[in-house]
């Protein structure tokens, strides 16, 4: 080669692998660009704030147009619109709720869900989101996923409708305490053992609460056998059933026919009978099973949530433990008409979740009254578990609460911290003069006797042939209300009466043909009312 060739072949070969090396940059260039478009579906994958060692998974659906993201929070039946930017790196997206419509005449307003705001970067493909919750910030870790993992599994096929018998359970309405209004995720095996000895010391427990009820958040998941294993809260189950009987107490637990539970933890979806063995095998004495996310599913109606019960109701009999069975569909296809107690049911929600709010409390309570006939010995109507002592109602409303409770015949099951409660929490929850209202062995349903203007009286007849009265104020200010002696059952005429005062614990008596009383703002005066 000649000096001038060489020249040029060496020109040509700089040329060249300059050449190549910009196309090569060019190539990476391009390909990052490539792997950082968000559009596809992402499963966001997020600690438990409690610490368990698990994890809930939400769905997102995203689409990158330059830098702009849209998209959706992929949740039954609709999503939830996102939109946001991704640039340098930084994605940045929130979460636009719908604003409800309307509600029905006379119904409070729909909850306006609170957007979330996601902030993050994609490293090696993964999206290191961060996100603001009540607890604090919370961590999540996002993973691209397939269209169909976003999706629920296939329905599973459900059995034919019958009749279950009666598992002779629950012949007055169940009475106890569930972690869920106070705890919610920080219940563990410490927490259920204390709450079992403060119901001894207490003396709740020879006032009838018997049952010791974990609510969510203790499943993990499954081992290679498919059985359910509790998380790193609750080492031992059967130990812990094992302690909470030796205290003479009874103890239940919680789960769902979804595959996950209300606060996405495993549910029972495909193991059923698995589930009820497995329970049962702990010596676990009530079940709160929670529709949650079968209704991603199945269909909403009666004969569907009839059959999905069904299922567990029959797992548990064939067990041949005494399980009580609470149904937690919300009062969803009229559970207390009939199937609620065909499906094997001890006692059904009657509606949404309680709050530790008046509003919801007494919302909730007063519109029990119309649903009081539908309940019978072995089958009640729950209007969720008690607030009394969780600290967000007065002294006068948690009165009101358990008076109202048990006139309704609900299951009395606490929701507070039985360790630390106040001389008054103690006092309401432990009235036995209330309670045995609740308790009446021959249940007769209560009555609305007059409302009007947020003054409702209601009378409950009693199996001793007394009757109780409860005169409610929901109103905002003290107010005088008054009984007439003509609204009492014809087996009291021109008997001499006896009236006692279930809150002051004496007696009370008649001013001619009325009882009058001076109730506080939404609180109660509660009589009963025996002919002599
Ligand atoms: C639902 C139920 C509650 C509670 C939570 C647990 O909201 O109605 O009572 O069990 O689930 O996730």
Redesign the pocket.
Known sequence: MTQGAFGAFMICRFTISRAFLLAAVLLLFVGAAAAQDLTGYWDVRTPSYSGDGTFRDTYFRIEQSGETVSGELIRKPAGIPITGTFKDEALHFVTVPPVPPPPPPGQPPRRQMLPITYDGTLENGRLMLTTHGRMGEIHSVAEKVTKEATEPPAALPLPALKTLPDNGLAKTPPMGWNS?NKF?GRVDDAAVRGMADAMVASGMRDAGYVYINI???WELGRDANGNLIPNKKFPDMRALADYVHSKGLKIGI?SSPGPK???GYEGSYGHVTQDAKTIAAWGIDYL?Y?L?SDLDIYKDDAPTLQAIYQEMGEALQATHRDIIYSL?E?GRAQVWTGWGEKAGGNLW?TT??ISDRWDSMDRIGFDQIKLAAYAKPGHWNDP??LEIGNGGMTVDEYRTHMSLWSLLAAPLIAGNDLRSMTDETRNILLNREVIAIDQDPGYKPVGSISSKNGLETLMRPLADGSVVVGLFNRTSATAEMFFPRESLPASFNSRKLALRDLWKHEAAWMAGERFTAIVPTHGVVLVKISAE
Do not use: Q, S
């Open positions: 869920w919610a609510d969510d958040t919680y539970t209300c606060a709160k929670d949650c937690c919300y929600r949404g979740d969720d578990m």
